[in-house]
Nanobody
Framework: QVQLVESGGGLVQPGGSLRLSCTAS????????MGWYRQAPGKPRELVAS???????NYADSVKARFTISRDNAENTVYLQLNNLKPEDTAVYFC????????WGQGTQVTVSS
């Protein structure tokens, strides 16, 4: 059974930073292209960053140059560094296969507010 556990969210002021972590069961991270998604209230879930097994990354235009996705295969963990946060980044953040194939975790809440 695949399990994804996200952590690292919180309340931060505009311009602040956070580092999100996603720990997966087994060798999920090592063996799959992974992504970070977010879902804001009343909006559909969107893919904001992805990383291939070879380390190639891709970002949604809304987060490009502010967010950085990385992976640690030995720790079976995917990270998302969030810098220069804006109020519109407020959402619940999830990790999953880039195709969203695995059961979704609980996510981690990121709130950007002064």
């Amino acid at each position: 059974q695949v399990q994804l556990v996200e952590s690292g969210g919180g309340l931060v002021q505009p311009g602040g930073s956070l580092r999100l972590s996603c720990t997966a069961s087994g060798t999920i991270v090592r063996d799959n292209a992974m992504g970070w998604y977010r879902q804001a209230p009343g909006k559909p879930r969107e893919l904001v960053a992805s990383i291939t097994t070879g380390g190639r990354t891709n970002y949604a235009d809304s987060v490009k140059a502010r967010f950085t996705i990385s992976r640690d295969n030995a720790e079976n963990t995917v990270y998302l560094q969030l810098n220069n946060l804006k109020p519109e980044d407020t959402a619940v953040y999830f990790c999953n296969h880039v195709g969203g194939y695995f059961p979704w975790g609980q996510g981690t809440q990121v709130t950007v507010s002064s």
